[in-house]
């Protein structure tokens, strides 16, 4: 039965997932990512389910890889500098094509950085991180309701797909506390996975899971089948979400904590006539590039915020293919933007925009 | 009529190895493969096999297998006997993989008991990137990342692994062995079949370190590699039961 509690972001996550099946959890601990841990740690048991506390991030996402060949739900998370540590054993779960569900709730960075929230783990998160030609699907919450919500459907992709599924949140996701409505246990959801191996048995055959392949052509072939997985995903999977875009001539793009502020700052703007909206990717990747060609096409400027010194705004540049100017806003370190500057960018830009329509056609100007 | 007495493992496959002349490996994925047979543990066995010239353990031993990164085999064994505490899981790795890059794992999976079976391959070499340094390599011992032998004061003293992992409160079977003659196969053969068996009888994490050659990269022929074997790695790595739990024959 569903039921509608107040929770923090992470317990949530925490929650949701032994709601969709996961049985096993390996971590270590970090802040701001901690609580899931801890929540892990007091209620698997109840449902008959292992929580291990590893020796090392590299221990975790190891023992991750095992469990998902072994063919059940399991997760792991973490954040930051233990996300870069799982960045080996994430490259050899993809290669595997084991599912495993990866959690990360970003803090700031480089180096040991600070526990305050950032997005700057983005490039990590869609481009590799780990060594290889692999993809993670990657899911962006922007609220405790959506945390729940894209834990279970984590866990439903990394099945379907076997692959990774990475939750990409931030320290202000995963310590707020909101209301949410739970979804009811569905612990008994058993994929079919023939693929696992839990001992040949009766079989014929032994069943083996590996990433290694020596020959050139062989290993060809295995990254062709990856990029035609890549490829489904990018035409079933891609999810984003559009707010007040209907009319909007200038848009703003961000995800999770970002594209909250960015939605308060769109009502801003439109209080005083100003036509703005905002797309907010769901999925980083795949990354939600065909709303934001259709919206340049169809002359609208953008800004991209974000809680860093600039990293989706280079998709966002990709899918807008040089069509129209798309400008950044981005706060970085933990300090998290003022609804009021973002707004203050939003109707700067829509005045150029303005300027630039009004003006000849050889003094067009950019953002 | 000749009876049998000798016969090809039925979990060993039929298929030409890999492995160069004089070559241990062969060896002890045969005693692995006698062991899995006679406990007759192959249809819920699952492996895990390294980085480094063994990682192709897989085409000859038939059972289920998994590739795990290098030195993480410990970790992934760890994820998969939590998720099938009644399957038959181990781990076979090289000195380089488990006493250098995946000395966390091995220590800490010991540490916690976990009811896996470790086979260690001990050749004091990197063997498939081609004869570097390994943490066990022998003092005096010239690789090709120690030219001039290696020196205790610029590279450190060789890990004696079962010595280290002795200290430890939950192993349950700790045990050093060498196949460099047939009498010691013998005794390696016994140590391997016991480990197994500690695992099946739920008695937690066990381990066997066996000595082995690398006529490749110590530049020897085979017989002389055994001799070295036996002249200089002996000493130091002593083959000794470590610790052996009650009731394991
Ligand atoms: C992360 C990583 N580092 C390095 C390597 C390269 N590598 C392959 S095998 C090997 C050494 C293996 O030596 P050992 O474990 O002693 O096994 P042997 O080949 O002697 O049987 C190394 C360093 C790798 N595959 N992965
Ligand atoms: S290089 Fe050494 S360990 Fe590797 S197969 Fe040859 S002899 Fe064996």
């Known amino acids: 039965m569903a039921e509608k509690v107040l929770m923090k972001g992470n317990e949530a996550l925490a929650e949701a997932a032994i709601r969709a099946g996961c049985r096993f959890f390996f971590g270590y601990p970090i802040t701001p990512q901690n609580e899931l841990l801890e929540y892990m740690a007091r209620h698997l048991p109840e449902v008959g389910g292992t929580f291990l506390q590893s020796e090392s991030e590299i221990g975790a996402i190891n023992m991750v890889f095992g469990a998902a060949c072994a063919g059940v739900r399991v997760m792991t998370s973490s954040s930051g500098p233990g996300i870069s540590l799982k960045q080996e054993g994430i490259s050899y779960i993809a290669g595997s094509e084991v599912p495993a569900v990866i959690v990360n709730i970003m803090r700031t960075g480089p180096g040991l950085g600070g526990i305050a929230p950032t997005q700057s783990d983005y490039f990590q998160a869609t481009k590799g991180g780990g060594h290889g030609d692999y993809r993670l699907m990657v899911l962006a919450p922007a609220s405790v309701q959506e945390m729940v919500d894209l834990t279970a459907l984590a866990f439903e992709k990394a099945d379907e797909y076997r692959n990774p599924v990475l939750i990409l949140g931030d320290g202000v996701l995963g310590q707020m506390m909101e209301p949410v409505v739970l979804p009811a246990p569905s612990p008994e959801k058993t994929v079919e996975k023939p693929w696992a191996t839990t001992g040949k048995g009766d079989n014929e055959k032994a069943k083996l899971i590996t990433s290694l392949y020596i020959q050139p052509e062989e290993a060809e072939r295995f990254c062709d089948h990856l990029r035609a997985k890549y490829s489904a995903m990018e035409e079933r999977e891609t999810r984003f979400e559009c707010y007040r875009t209907d009319d909007a001539e200038i848009i703003a793009v961000a995800y999770g904590t970002a594209a909250r502020l960015c939605m308060a700052a769109v009502d801003m703007v439109r209080e005083k006539g100003i036509r703005a909206g905002l797309i907010r990717p769901i999925t980083l990747f795949p990354f939600p590039s065909a709303p934001l060609r259709k919206a340049a096409e169809g002359g609208a400027w953008f800004l991209t915020v974000e809680l860093s010194t600039g990293q989706m705004v280079e998709d966002v540049r990709l899918a807008v293919g040089g069509r129209q100017p798309v400008a950044f806003y981005g706060r970085s370190g933990g300090m998290v933007p003022d609804p009021r500057v973002i707004a203050a960018r939003l109707e700067e830009l829509a005045e150029k925009k303005g300027n630039a329509e009004t003006a000849q056609p050889n003094e067009g100007g950019a953002a | ?249």
């Open chain 2, 1 to 249: 009529m000749g009876t049998k007495v000798f016969s090809r493992p039925d979990c060993l496959r039929d298929v030409a190895s890999h492995y160069c002349p004089g070559c241990h490996h062969g060896i002890i994925h045969r005693l692995v493969a006698e062991a899995i047979d006679e406990l007759e543990l192959a249809p819920r066995t699952i492996g895990v096999a390294p980085v480094g010239c063994s990682v192709f353990i897989y085409d000859y031993i038939d059972t289920d297998f998994i590739q795990a990164p290098h030195g993480r085999a410990p970790a992934v064994a760890t994820g998969v006997k939590r998720a099938l505490p009644d399957r038959i899981v181990f781990t076979y790795q090289g000195d380089g993989d488990l006493a250098a890059i995946g000395t966390s794992e091995i220590i800490h999976t010991a540490a916690r008991g976990e009811n896996v079976t470790v086979i260690f391959v001990n050749n004091a070499i990197y063997g498939m990137t081609g004869g570097q340094s390994a943490p066990t390599t022998l003092l005096g011992q010239s690789t090709t990342t120690a030219p001039q032998g290696r020196d205790a004061g610029a590279d450190g003293a060789p890990i004696q692994v079962c010595e280290m992992l002795n200290t430890l409160q939950r192993p349950a079977f700790i045990s050093r062995v060498s196949v460099h003659t047939p009498a010691q196969v013998v005794r390696a053969k016994k140590a391997i079949r016991r480990a197994f068996q500690c695992q099946q009888e739920g008695k937690g994490f066990s381990f066997v370190e066996v000595l082995s050659a690398c006529p490749t990269n110590w530049g020897m022929t085979p017989l002389d590699a055994n001799k070295w074997l036996e002249q200089y790695m002996l000493p130091y790595y002593p083959i000794k039961d470590f610790r052996i739990p009650e009731g394991v024959q």
